[in-house]
């Protein structure tokens, strides 16, 4: 399953554009895996941008609002769209959040936290827990 993953805003926080290099490194043995960065605006601006970039994939909008699964649920999610979808897309927003059109049409809203995350921190676990999940389907020991 292709995995795209809309931001943003750049990651200009060396700890973040560290942990994207090194978790994209290790996803790309996995999983094909795209990483887009969406040029900032206003709210409706940068939604129009995330919406059209992940046209055709299933959508997870990720806000503090949403369901808060565990890393199996996460899993099982993305297996069971493995076999009805061509892909998913994860959309992160930039500082003001989503406006509200791209939450009307995500498939599913996503909380990593019940925090506010800052989105370059957001970016960070979402791909960390994308590599768990990978290494889970295959039985590998990253995760305990």
């Known amino acids: 399953m292709k995995l795209r993953?809309?931001?943003?805003?750049?990651?200009?926080?060396?700890?973040?554009?560290a942990g994207v290099e090194e978790y994209v490194r290790r996803l790309q043995r996995y999983a094909r895996l795209e990483l887009l960065y969406l040029k900032e605006g206003s709210q409706v601006q940068e939604g129009e941008r995330l919406l059209q970039a992940s046209r055709g994939y299933k959508r997870v909008v990720l806000d503090e609002r949403g369901e808060l699964p565990d890393t199996l649920s996460f899993k099982a999610r993305l297996e069971a769209w493995e076999l009805e979808a061509k892909g998913v897309a994860f959309l992160i927003g930039g500082a003001e959040g989503h406006a509200p059109a791209v939450r009307d049409q995500a498939d599913w809203l996503l909380a990593l936290s019940k925090l506010t995350l800052q989105h370059e921190l957001a970016l960070v676990v979402l791909l960390e827990q994308l590599y768990r999940v990978e290494t889970l389907k295959r039985g590998e020991p990253y995760h305990r």
């Not at 993953?5 to 554009?17: F, I, K, S």
């Open 5 to 17: 993953v809309c931001v943003v805003g750049r990651p200009r926080l060396p700890y973040a554009q």
